[in-house]
């Protein structure tokens, strides 16, 4: 059995097993911290359940001797909190996804600018949900740092006459890897946060 309730600060839709009832988790979209409620869905759950929850992160604020090996019973976090205008109803999972990888996606389309994408969804779809905003916000930090970089060994380039000019494989070498690692973290429910970043946006 499994207990389905929304976070009380960004209003993600979450469920754990009902093994949670009475414990305090904390929500993986905004790290807010809550009791969750006594289950209001009954049933026994099946395979598909089971692999559609992926739990919530349960944490037994009350123990004093609380270490990891009390997570027994916990798994990884589930988000995918549908909202009003998301384009072909997509959730904020997906959006907070796509604007990770856009950073790659404008590398092979528009190159340098890759910080237009999350740009455009932090703009635009950032209001409607903290997570998307949160996620966004971190990707179009990433990808201006990375823009800044670029400029930053063109002009050393220029300056040791293009002796210089492996240095410029860095940037896309950079906007490869975490263009992976980024999405596939938080496709899975988790935020991520890049190494080596200018958060210029607050």
């Given at each position: 059995m499994f207990i389905r309730f929304s976070c009380e600060q960004c209003n993600n839709e979450l469920e754990v097993p009902a093994t949670g009832e009475g414990k305090k988790a904390k929500c993986p979209a905004c790290s807010h911290i809550m009791q969750i409620p006594e289950k209001t869905?009954?049933?026994?759950?099946?395979?598909?359940d089971s692999r559609r929850s992926?739990?919530?992160?349960?944490?037994?604020?009350?123990?004093?001797?609380?270490?990891?090996?009390?997570?027994?019973?916990?798994?990884?976090?589930?988000?995918?909190?549908?909202?009003?205008?998301?384009?072909?109803?997509?959730d904020d999972r997906t959006l907070a996804t796509l604007a990770h990888a856009s950073g790659v996606i404008g590398m092979f389309?528009?190159?340098?600018?890759?910080?237009?994408?999350?740009?455009?969804?932090?703009?635009?779809?950032?209001?409607?949900?903290?997570?998307v905003r949160a996620q966004a916000k971190e990707a179009l930090n990433f990808q201006i740092s990375l823009f800044l970089l670029s400029l930053i060994m063109l002009v050393a380039v220029f300056f040791t006459c293009g002796f210089g000019a492996p240095v410029l494989l860095v940037v896309p070498s950079m906007q490869l890897i975490f263009g992976i690692i980024a999405p596939l973290q938080v496709w899975s429910g988790q935020s991520y946060q890049y190494p080596m970043t200018l958060r210029l946006i607050k």
């Open positions: 869905h009954g049933g026994n759950a099946s395979k598909s992926q739990g919530l992160e349960i944490e037994n604020h009350d123990s004093p001797n609380h270490s990891d090996s009390n997570h027994s019973d916990s798994e990884k976090p589930r988000i995918g909190k549908s909202l009003p205008g998301m384009p072909g109803g997509m389309s528009v190159g340098f600018l890759g910080f237009l994408g999350p740009a455009l969804i932090y703009g635009v779809f950032g209001e409607k949900s903290p997570f």
